[in-house]
């Protein structure tokens, strides 16, 4: 197995936050196209066959909404976990006084954020397919509004320049305590 490494303190200071920015846009909007491909597929599955819809109550429905359900509660705790220890990676280096500067702990910075807004979102996306899939097999409406209300809370994480830019700025702000 190839072993991975680490960006190099220069790599780091290279990077520019409106090209990693266009980069999370990219990511989170292929996301999204992802689920909303699959689901006109689903619904026409769904529209063109000839049985009624299973009930709400159905162990198909209830399973997609329970793992939609758990995914969403963990998208929350993961993504601050992953900013919590990637500052607390960066704050140390930056007190240890190893970093070749503010641009590489800016860069550092815009790898946290990048690889939280992918995990985040790829939890909701998870739990959407899962929802798509009970959506084939039961026909249920509910599962496939609870995929819309999966895809709207990815479109509210998609990656704004003002939204990178008040987290990068609350983050530099704990690397300073």
């Given at each position: 197995m190839p072993q991975q490494r680490e960006m190099t303190p220069e790599q780091y200071a290279a990077m520019e936050p409106d090209k990693v920015l266009r980069i999370m846009q990219i990511i989170a909007g292929a996301l999204m196209a992802g689920v909303v491909s699959f689901g006109v597929i689903d619904t026409m599955i769904?529209?063109?066959?000839?049985?009624?819809?299973?009930?709400?109550?159905?162990?198909?429905?209830?399973?997609?909404?329970?793992?939609?359900?758990?995914?969403?509660?963990?998208?929350?705790?993961?993504?601050?976990?992953?900013?919590?220890?990637?500052?607390?990676?960066?704050?140390?280096i930056a007190r240890a006084g190893t970093s070749t500067g503010a641009k590489e702990l800016l860069g550092r910075l815009l790898g946290v954020a990048q690889t939280r807004m992918i995990v985040e979102d790829a939890m909701l996306e998870g739990a959407a397919f899962c929802n798509l899939v009970m959506f084939i097999i039961s026909g249920s409406m509910v599962s496939a509004t609870f995929?819309?209300?999966?895809?709207?809370?990815?479109?509210?994480?998609?990656?704004?320049?003002?939204?990178?830019?008040?987290?990068?700025?609350?983050?530099?702000r704990n690397l300073d305590h």
């Open positions: 769904v529209l063109n066959r000839q049985q009624p819809p299973l009930p709400v109550t159905d162990p198909s429905v209830l399973v997609g909404l329970f793992f939609g359900s758990v995914c969403v509660v963990v998208r929350f705790v993961i993504g601050s976990i992953i900013s919590k220890s990637g500052v607390a990676r960066i704050a140390d995929v819309v209300v999966l895809i709207v809370l990815m479109a509210m994480n998609f990656p704004t320049r003002l939204k990178l830019g008040r987290w990068l700025e609350d983050q530099q």
